[in-house]
């Protein structure tokens, strides 16, 4: 399957506003269909920092350290993955989830993602 020439930037660009308005969900999706089809890029690592960030924003700790880890494997030098990576480790161990609840990320075709991303890429 392709991702139709999506660039890890055009990925953060939309997730990043989805993020911003409060679309956890949708962010991750995305960045996860993403790493599911780009598993050779250069900007792997970028990808499940992002990745990371979205589910730490979303109150998903132990997720979001896998994430920074993962992105840390990739990039040894990357220190942000590295310091998030551990605060989201403390996170996870103290189970201070602010009320409301944490947003499930039911699953979703990566062909459905992509072509939401096309069409917003018309836009």
């Known amino acids: 399957m392709s991702n139709d020439g ?22 991750i999706r ?13 900007m792997l690592f970028l990808a499940h920092f992002y990745l990371g960030v979205a589910y730490r924003k979303n109150y998903q700790f132990e997720l979001a350290a896998s994430s920074f880890k993962n992105s840390l494997d990739l990039n040894k030098e990357f220190m942000n993955s590295y310091i998030l990576m551990q605060y989201c480790q403390i996170m996870a161990t ?17 062909d459905k993602l ?7 890429r018309r836009k």
């Open 114 to 120: 992509f072509k939401d991303i096309a069409k917003l």
């Open 94 to 110: 103290t189970n201070d989830t602010p009320t409301g609840g944490v947003s499930q990320v039911p699953a979703c075709s990566q």
């Open 30 to 42: 995305l960045y996860s269909a993403w790493i599911d089809m780009n598993q050779s890029d250069d």
């Open 6 to 27: 999506f660039s890890i930037s055009e990925i953060i660009e939309i997730s990043e506003k989805a993020v911003s308005a409060g679309d956890f969900v949708r962010a």
